[in-house]
């Protein structure tokens, strides 16, 4: 695999993939440099914008557990074409269009999503590096166009390919890093600051990696019938990850994630209680937010995560700053072991999840950041009673806790992008009425 290297599936910073080599190639159009800066002044001016400022110190008392005040976000995920369709995009370079995209969802997030997403003065460019895996090849049967696959396992018989497996290896092209680095500098001068930032991970939780290997149905079948193999599986993978991200402390390629960055599968990094690394400075692990989650377990028992799961999350999270547990998988049954991680502050709080159990199991202490369900905004003509009764729902039942109204997991709009913004309006409206004690 190359970088950028591609975003693990949910990695929030979709920067794509490209060769090293053209890496440093690269050369934009007068056109594409000026069709960059004119966006790029547009985010700039958005980001100078008071209600910014405004929603920066309301995330920052959010994640502090210093207000209850909701907060709403919306990431359209999969359905951006269906927003911001490939052909409207004026660039010409491949490079070019990436970067124009992402401006273009940052204004569309602030002018016409209008959620509580804070618009930064930056522009983040990763590095440009290779790894290796973990030694075995992963195959996948189907997938195309975003849809559904299987794993073919290349991990078959544990006495024969666990010893091909090894810790994945990663190596920064520091001179294709440079160069785009210069590159974005060049372009954004005087309007953005650049940053070389990179999340090198998504999730730390594992469960996604062995199944890419040996695929789901074994995977689950191996907890009852082979229980010593899966352990020592989870403690290669754990070792592996804690491997890496100390690595990566060691080098100093730890980016800050503290501020407008994604953490988590819900909300973002502001806040005052973790060490904060200047812009230019490389983070350590004790001065980020960590996050772990096994949504590929659902269906195992509380007391299966806790035996052959729970242990090696806690291995990781325990050298992080502050915590976030869970994306699509429902907390509560397994609420027992989740509050024993060390600095927990954010909880998900799955659309199948118990929304009453909110305000009695993570109350003031912890934020839930709470998921809607997707499925009503895949409609051409989205049935808005029932959006409304979802979010009135969501509000009423979480209300006692420190709450974010999260709309992620969009594989499409039904052609309709208005739905996502009339979303954004429903759950306002609910929030408003449910905490104005109308609800």
């Known amino acids: ?30 056109a594409d440099t000026a069709r960059l800066r004119s966006l790029a002044e547009r985010v700039a001016g958005i980001a100078a914008r008071p209600d910014m400022t405004a929603k920066a110190k309301l995330w920052t008392a959010h994640n502090d557990l210093e207000t209850d005040e909701p907060l709403v976000f919306i990431d359209p995920e999969n359905s951006w074409d269906e927003i911001i369709p490939p052909h409207t995009l004026q660039c010409s370079n491949t490079q070019a269009r990436e970067w124009e995209r992402r401006l273009a969802k940052e204004i569309h997030w602030a002018e016409v999503l209008k959620d509580d997403k804070v618009i930064e003065p930056f522009f983040d460019v990763p590095h440009v590096y290779t790894d290796d895996g973990w030694g075995l090849d992963i195959r996948r049967i189907g997938g195309g166009n975003g849809g559904s696959y299987i794993v073919k396992p290349t991990l078959v018989d544990y006495d024969k390919d666990l010893s091909r497996i090894h810790h994945p290896c990663f190596h920064v092209d520091q001179k294709a890093s440079e160069a785009l680095l210069e590159l974005a500098q060049n372009v954004f001068s005087g309007i953005l600051t650049v940053r070389q ?39 290669l993978l754990c070792e592996g990850k804690l491997a ?6 060691a080098k100093g390629l730890l980016s800050p994630n503290t501020g407008g960055t994604y953490v988590g599968s819900g909300g973002f990094g502001f806040t005052r209680q973790l060490p904060c690394a200047r812009q230019t400075e490389a983070a350590s692990l004790r001065g980020m937010w960590g996050f772990c989650e096994s949504q590929e377990t659902s269906s195992v028992s509380p007391d299966m995560y806790a035996e052959f799961i729970f242990p090696y999350h806690l291995r990781l999270l325990e050298h992080f700053g502050l915590n976030c547990y869970g994306c699509c998988e429902a907390y509560e049954s397994r609420w027992r072991c989740i509050r024993q991680i060390p600095r927990l502050r954010r909880v998900s709080v799955a659309p199948w999840s118990d929304f009453g159990t909110v305000p009695d199991n993570l109350g003031k202490q912890y934020i839930a950041s709470v998921k809607l369900k997707p499925t009503p905004l895949a409609e051409s003509r989205m049935n808005t009673a029932v959006v409304r009764a979802d979010c009135r729902s969501a509000a009423q039942q979480t209300r006692g806790g420190i709450c974010e109204f999260i709309m992620k997991d969009n594989h499409t709009l039904g052609g309709c992008a208005d739905n996502a913004v009339r979303w954004v309006q429903i759950m306002r409206e609910e929030i408003d009425r449910v905490y104005a004690g109308n609800g």
């Not at 591609?6 to 490209?18: L, M």
């Not at 998504?202 to 907890?223: H, K, P, Q, V």
């Not at 229980?227 to 989870?234: A, F, G, S």
């Open 197 to 235: 930032r990179t999340a090198w991970w998504w999730s730390l939780g594992m469960t996604n990696n062995y199944i890419a290997l040996r695929g789901l149905e074994n995977f689950l079948c191996d907890m009852i019938e082979q229980p010593e193999w899966v352990h020592r599986m989870m403690n």
């Open 1 to 30: 695999m190359s970088g950028h290297r591609k975003p693990e599936p949910h990695d929030k910073t979709s920067h794509g993939s490209q060769d090293p080599a053209r890496a440093q190639e690269q050369v934009f159009s007068q």
């Open 244 to 249: 890496m991200i100390k690595e990566m402390e």
